[in-house]
């Protein structure tokens, strides 16, 4: 798995703090996390998906945006990220948000 370096937590796993990504990484049995990703094929924006249930291939090749404990955090986190997007761009530009977000850090660690 590769993470976003924005990463979007829900509020729980926020508290988990860096052991939940660890745990993830090893492939631990963690039926009530989900992680969301980009949208395959452009059908949609994000997707979320419980982490227990995506295969070794699927793993390799997620970039992870954001990652919550429980179905409802998942969603409340992806809403999150959608009005920050919104609020940001003016619409549906995910892309476009995660660049402005990229420059914002390469300004600050320049000065």
């Known amino acids: 798995m590769k993470w976003w370096a924005h990463l ?16 993830i990484e090893k492939n631990g049995f963690l039926p009530e996390i989900y992680v969301i990703t980009s949208g395959r094929m452009g059908h ?10 995506l ?26 990220m959608v009005e920050d997007m919104v609020r940001t761009t003016g619409g549906f530009r995910w892309e476009q948000y995660m660049s402005r977000l990229d420059e914002t850090d390469a300004g600050q660690a320049g000065e």
């Open 8 to 23: 979007y937590k829900g509020r729980k796993a926020e508290f988990a703090g860096p052991e939940l990504l660890k745990k």
């Open 44 to 53: 949609h924006l994000f997707e979320i998906h419980p982490v227990m249930l």
């Open 55 to 80: 295969s070794s291939q699927e793993r390799e090749k997620a970039f992870v945006l954001g990652v919550a404990l429980g179905y409802r955090e998942a969603a409340e986190t992806v809403r999150r």
